[in-house]
T-cell receptor, first 113, second 116 residues
Framework: DTGVSQNPRHKITKRGQNVTFRCDPI?????LYWYRQTLGQGPEFLTY????????KSRLLSDRFSAERPKGSFSTLEIQRTEQGDSAMYLC???????????FGPGTRLTVT | AQSVTQPDIHITVSEGASLELRCNYS??????LFWYVQSPGQGLQLLLK??????LVQGIKGFEAEFKRSQSSFNLRKPSVHWSDAAEYFC??????????????FGKGTKLSVIP
């Protein structure tokens, strides 16, 4: 299967702990996106990479959030000092060209207790 | 700023019946429009997209959608629903952000239940 993969699929953590998620995009896609989806809502844009460059960040991405994409391949999203409000599904997507369709991974469901 | 409205939070249909899910968008330029489907605990699967050209677009799993610029709508249809279509459906508009990306703005989704 050559789709977008995300790990872990589920993460339970205590408030105040740090967590890191990984996304492996479709291999030939140079554009990578992170979204957050809370219960009863559609996904909301967090950040965007073109190759290794992080070109855009949403105001939803507070200082506790950081994302990287070293070498323009996989990406990581780290949340420091987690809060209960961070509980959500974190989705990664990739696309081949500007404006083309985005393909989504299965997501990482984060629960902060 | 762009926005997407899906007026129906939850729709229930009988298997074999026809389906129409409504989507209205707000965007100043020509929109790129998408419908995605999400099964419980899963990511989003692209059903179909509209970029330009023919306003009636065909997608996977027998779905189609019609772009109506005058009504700012992009409604999703299927002539005969199958039990496996039960899922949540999201309409999205892609807007150019000015930083080289097309951000997707999603509606809140419509949950479809299918009665056998």
């Amino acid at each position: 299967d050559t789709g977008v993969s995300q790990n872990p699929r589920h993460k339970i953590t205590k408030r105040g702990q740090n967590v890191t998620f990984r996304c492996d995009p479709i291999s030939e896609h140079n554009r990578l996106y992170w979204y957050r989806q809370t219960l009863g809502q559609g996904p909301e844009f967090l950040t965007y990479f073109q190759n290794e460059a992080q070109l855009e960040k949403s105001r939803l991405l507070s200082d506790r959030f950081s994302a990287e994409r070293p070498k323009g391949s996989f990406s990581t999203l780290e949340i420091q000092r987690t809060e209960q409000g961070d509980s959500a599904m974190y989705l990664c997507a990739s696309s081949l060209e500007q404006g083309s369709e985005q393909y989504f991974g299965p997501g990482t469901r984060l629960t902060v207790t | 700023a762009q926005s997407v409205t899906q007026p129906d939070i939850h729709i229930t249909v009988s298997e074999g019946a026809s389906l129409e899910l409504r989507c209205n968008y707000s965007y100043g330029a020509t929109p790129y429009l998408f419908w995605y489907v999400q099964s419980p605990g899963q990511g989003l699967q692209l059903l179909l997209k509209y970029f330009s050209g023919d306003t009636l677009v065909q997608g996977i799993k027998g779905f189609e959608a019609e772009f109506k610029r005058s009504q700012s709508s992009f409604n999703l249809r299927k002539p005969s629903v199958h039990w496996s279509d039960a899922a949540e459906y999201f309409c999205a508009v892609a807007a150019y952000s000015g930083a080289g990306s097309y951000q997707l703005t999603f509606g809140k989704g419509t949950k479809l239940s299918v009665i056998p």
